[in-house]
């Protein structure tokens, strides 16, 4: 039995949290699900967006299953995913992009991993006004020999633990030269290391150009914080949208897992969710847990959903009637 820390989060969150429990409990995966709060819920609950329970449940599981939050302004938190991912050091964030059949897109054949820098670069909080006036602001982007390691390792061996040919640094060490110069030094002396896996080296602009060009020259694609923030919903927008990306936010000894799209406060209630992104979040925890049976099951029966086209939400079939927890009913019953 693995224990998982469940957080429904705000919004559409609950209700395709809700699908998705139900999926993964009718796979036949072992899981103890140990509710907590965090974003708007646990404002309400608790007036903290992250209350001390939450984080004495993922202390105890080292695994939490994560939907949508919406950060409340003004409680000290930039974001709380970036605060759980920083107190967990979850440093490598991993979304898959990867073309569905049944979903028609640009691009055939798109494979694409992102493997993101999670705890540092531009989004490690230090930032403060310079003037009193508050019309001068300063961000500091901190890049370590170690942070970039941990995260480029993390690369190569996913990589070479799943078949994969390549990995492709991303950087902007021809401007930001000490940075993004020490990301790019680790990412060539990792490359050294692993003789059987092809390594590319791209400016990340260019980068950008070349993904929607010819995005099946990518396989795996290494980056710092902010530049992978940007090229995972690059990728995102090649397969069919955020809707259908899951992330995993993994440590050394911690793990989320999570939709990465918002919590869609303008549809939240109407049974307009699609369900797919935290879906496959939680086929990716299941791996993580060692249920690789669990995991295939509803893998395929989430795509043959999708592929079938009858039972998904509009977002994926404008000519659909289908809601959230009828397109989470259709994969139950496709597990069969």
């Not at 004495?56 to 000290?76: M, N």
């Not at 230090?126 to 001068?136: A, F, R, S």
């Not at 480029?152 to 950087?171: G, L, P, Q, W």
């Not at 000490?178 to 990301?183: H, L, S």
Request: contains cysteine.
């Amino acid at each position: 039995m693995h224990n998982v820390t469940l957080i429904k989060g705000d919004g559409i969150g609950p209700s395709i949290m809700d699908e998705a429990v139900k999926i993964i409990d009718a796979s036949g995966a072992k899981i103890h699900w140990e509710e907590a709060y965090a974003g708007m819920a646990a404002y309400d609950k608790y007036e903290t967006p992250l209350p001390e329970a939450t984080m004495d449940s993922i202390d105890k599981t080292r695994v939490a299953f994560k939907g949508p939050l919406t950060t409340v302004v003004g409680t000290g938190f930039r974001s709380i995913n970036v605060a759980l991912r920083q107190k967990y050091e979850l440093y490598a964030n991993v979304r898959p992009a990867t073309n569905w059949e049944g979903i028609k897109t640009r691009f055939d054949n798109v494979d694409i991993v992102i493997v993101r820098e999670n705890t540092e670069g531009l989004y490690s909080g230090l930032e403060h006004y310079l003037t009193p006036k508050k019309d001068i602001a300063e961000s500091l982007a901190v890049v370590t020999r170690s942070g970039s390691k941990r995260v480029i390792e993390y690369a190569f061996k996913y990589a070479r633990d799943n078949n994969r040919k390549k990995v492709t640094v991303c950087h902007k060490a021809n401007i930001l030269k000490y940075t993004q110069g020490i990301f790019l030094d680790v990412a060539r002396e990792t490359a050294a290391k692993y003789p059987d896996i092809q390594f590319d080296e791209k400016i990340v602009d260019a980068a950008c150009m070349h993904m929607v060009m010819n995005p099946q020259q990518f396989d795996v694609v290494v980056t710092t914080n902010m530049f992978g923030d940007i090229l995972s919903d690059l990728t995102a927008g090649l397969v069919g949208g955020l809707g259908l990306i899951p992330g995993a936010n993994i440590g050394d000894d911690a793990a989320l897992f999570e939709a990465v799209h918002g919590s869609a406060p303008d549809i939240t209630g109407k049974n307009l969710a699609n369900p797919a992104a935290v879906v496959m979040a939680g086929v990716m925890m299941l791996n993580h847990l060692g249920e690789f049976e669990a995991a295939k099951r509803i893998d395929n029966a989430i795509k043959k959903v999708v592929r079938e086209g009858k039972y998904v939400t509009p977002d994926l079939n404008p000519q659909s009637k289908v809601g959230t927890k009828e397109m989470g009913d259709a994969i139950v019953a496709a597990l069969e």
